[in-house]
């Protein structure tokens, strides 16, 4: 069981930065892929960033492709996203999930979902 909870949302103009934080519970944190996903009022869940359970291999959203970093730190149980150039297309709920090795773009491949954090980004 693997227990997730967001933070680093807010109100930010567009151009400008944040960084979500997702702080994992549970002892098997390193042994999961992590990823990112948003959802915009009246949209689906999209994807936005994966990370593998080492770290080494990441995979992005063409939406946020050279603009948003996805990193992790198994020391620590948590997993970042940082959000560079917002747009106001980027406001959304932000949520991260933990899934299983391998796991990649869909949301039923992730077994653990936060509660999310909102980001809104003003013109």
């Known amino acids: 069981q693997v227990q997730l909870v967001e933070s680093g949302g807010g109100l930010v103009q567009a151009g400008g930065s944040l960084r979500l934080s997702c702080a994992a519970s549970g002892r098997t944190f390193s042994s999961y892929t992590m990823g990112w996903f948003r959802q915009a009022p009246g949209k689906e869940r999209e994807f936005v960033a994966r990370i593998s359970w080492g770290g080494g291999s990441t995979y992005y959203a063409d939406s946020v492709k050279g603009r948003f970093t996805i990193t992790r730190d198994n020391a620590k149980n948590t997993v970042y996203l940082q959000m560079n150039s917002l747009k106001p297309e980027d406001t959304a709920v932000y949520f991260c999930?933990?899934?299983?090795?391998?796991?990649?773009?869909?949301?039923?491949?992730?077994?653990?979902w936060g509660q999310g954090t909102q980001v809104t980004v003003s013109s």
């Open positions: 999930a933990a899934g299983r090795p391998g796991s990649g773009m869909r949301v039923y491949e992730y077994d653990y």
